[in-house]
């Protein structure tokens, strides 16, 4: 055999041995399940501090994300809103842009992103406990954290800031009429248009401001719910006057960014979701056992608590009846809000 043929026939059983290596050779195999690549840490917003119930509610969520992940998630919290440099009302677009990886935020703060969380703010809607749990499982409660994945989000569960009351410097709230002239720190425009509409001069002001504001004598009160913000603040110290009329009701939410949670396996996205549902349940515990106990607080410091009847609360829902329809139709739709008011309904049956 002479030197071509020996070269031929190397070069062939060459390509043979690359083809059969070539043909036994599987794709790389892409990580699923538990072993996708994961973040080394996942930032969560609040606009409260860690000693709030609403911020023990947030770390309870990171607590139990790493236990039932088994460590593979790690959520480190970012309070005072430290992450949008203390604007509470960023942190729903910052979370819909990718910024921050997760929030339990106030449905006050998201209605401004998000228009339909503005059914929480409705004037006298929610007359108990019992009516929001009613609302917040109910299909329209259900339907609220699906509409969060039209604004690149997802809604994993509701938590609880609690009914707001109003506190001021000048004298008890028992009338609308009491309210005339007031000088209230209020957020967002539903806010406004309430407080407007039963006579008072609204102020609307970042939370930082509101300590300071009330004790120079900027605004004479504020709203806010007792056990998740006015006693934790010490609000009592600047004022003189409390009235539980229950006429809004503050809830939270536990929302992730849509494309980090489309980048979870399916079994890390089940175990932050039931996650975020038993956190929030016991937050919710927390907040309602803490209210009887704020409240005795308020007056051992020397606040005067006025508790409104039914009968006593009307004159103030019939003047705040037209900013309830605005908000209704105009903003939140009347498929969640008949939804709620069925449930609410239903509920007092």
């Known amino acids: 055999m002479n030197r071509t043929v020996i070269r031929i026939v190397a070069v062939s059983l060459l390509l043979a041995l690359v083809l059969t290596a070539v043909g036994c050779t599987k794709p790389a195999e892409q990580p699923s399940g538990s072993d996708a690549k994961l973040k080394d840490e996942y930032k969560l917003t609040m606009n409260v501090s860690n000693e709030t119930i609403w911020g023990q509610g947030g770390n309870k969520f990171a607590e139990l994300v790493k236990e039932y992940t088994d460590g593979k ?9 430290m992450l949008t440099g203390g604007d ?48 917040t499982s109910s299909a329209g409660g259900e339907q609220l954290l699906k509409s969060m994945e039209e604004y690149n989000m997802v809604g994993l569960a509701y938590g609880e800031n609690g009914f707001r009351e109003v506190t001021n410097n000048k004298h008890t709230v028992k009338t609308p009429d009491d309210l005339k002239g007031l000088k209230m720190r209020v957020v967002t425009p539903i806010y406004i248009d309430i407080m407007r509409a039963l006579g008072a001069n609204a102020i609307s002001m970042n939370w ?33 006057y409390l009235t539980n009329w229950h006429y809004s009701y503050d809830a939270l939410v536990v929302a992730v960014n849509k ?20 956190a929030m349940a016991w937050e919710i515990e927390l907040s309602r056992k803490s209210i009887d106990e704020g409240i005795q607080l308020l007056k051992d410091k020397g606040v005067e608590v006025t508790d409104l009847s039914p009968e006593e609360l009307e004159p103030f829902r019939e003047k705040t009846a037209p900013v309830y329809e605005k908000y209704a139709s105009e903003k939140v739709g009347k498929e969640i809000v008949t939804a709620f008011e069925e449930a609410i309904a239903k509920s007092l049956k």
């Open 73 to 81: 998630v790690n959520v480190k919290v970012y309070p005072n809103a």
């Open 88 to 135: 509470q009302m960023r942190q729903a677009e910052m979370v819909q842009s990718g910024a921050i990886d997760f929030m339990v935020n106030s449905t006050i703060n998201i209605a401004p992103t998000i228009p339909e969380f503005d059914v929480f703010s409705l004037p006298f809607l929610f007359p108990t406990y019992e009516a929001v749990d009613a609302a």
């Open 208 to 240: 930082g401001e509101v300590f300071t504001a009330l004790q120079q004598g900027t605004i004479d009160g504020q709203e806010n719910p007792i056990a998740g913000v006015i006693v934790p603040n010490k609000i009592y110290e600047v004022q003189k």
């Open 259 to 278: 494309d980090v949670w489309n980048s979870l396996p399916a079994d890390i996205q089940e175990q932050i979701e039931k996650a975020a549902k038993d």
